[in-house]
């Protein structure tokens, strides 16, 4: 059964920076593209960034150049570094195993999120 922890969430002022973490187990992760979303109250929950197993990238356009999303196989972790974060980054993130490669679509397995709050 696969595992996700999310962690890393908090507190922070606008253009302030949070490194989100999410702990993978239960599945061969070294192999698996993944993805971090991100769902504010109110609102559908939307795709921020996906890493591939070999580590190309794709963003969200509303975080291009603020949000960098990297992994380390070795620690079966993916993070997503955020920097210059705005009020509307406010929400819970989740990380999520890709189905495929990078465009593919998300998988049904989601941790429980953890919450980042950017103050004005």
């Known amino acids: 059964q696969v595992q996700l922890v999310e962690s890393g969430g908090g507190l922070v002022q606008a253009g302030g920076s949070l490194r989100l973490s999410c702990a993978v187990s239960?599945?061969?992760?070294?192999?698996?593209?993944m993805a971090w979303y991100r769902q504010a109250p109110g609102k559908q929950r939307e795709l921020v960034a996906v890493i591939s197993s070999s580590g190309l990238t794709n963003y969200a356009d509303f975080v291009k150049g603020r949000f960098t999303i990297s992994r380390d196989n070795s620690k079966n972790t993916v993070y997503l570094q955020m920097n210059s974060l705005k009020p509307d980054d406010t929400a819970v993130y989740y990380c999520n195993p890709r189905r495929g490669g990078l465009m593919s679509s998300p998988s049904d397995q989601w941790g429980q999120g953890t919450q980042v709050t950017v103050s004005s």
């Open positions: 239960g599945t061969t992760f070294s192999t698996k593209a």
